[in-house]
């Protein structure tokens, strides 16, 4: 494995990255900046992970929420 310094998203799990903005923001929050049914409708880590694996656009917008918080912090 490459070192990537400048990724700042290297050897982040997405799992971990989805416990992180809800424990931070909370699933209404997040349905509010990404507008998908997996986090408004009975959300769960898992049911988000599936679908962001399968949608680019939903998991580059979920990454850029979690840089933005990252950010914050």
């Not at 990724?7 to 929050?29: I, Q, S």
């Not at 986090?39 to 979690?66: C, G, H, Q």
Request: proline share 4%.
């Amino acid at each position: 494995m490459q070192d990537q310094p400048n990724n700042p998203l290297h050897g982040v799990k997405l799992a971990d990255m989805l416990a992180a903005l809800v424990e931070n923001y909370g699933w209404e929050h997040m349905a509010f900046k990404v507008n998908i049914n997996c986090f408004k409708i009975d959300p769960s880590i898992k049911s988000s992970l599936v679908f962001l694996r399968r949608t680019a656009w939903a998991r580059n917008k979920v990454e850029a929420m979690y840089l933005e918080m990252m950010r914050k912090k």
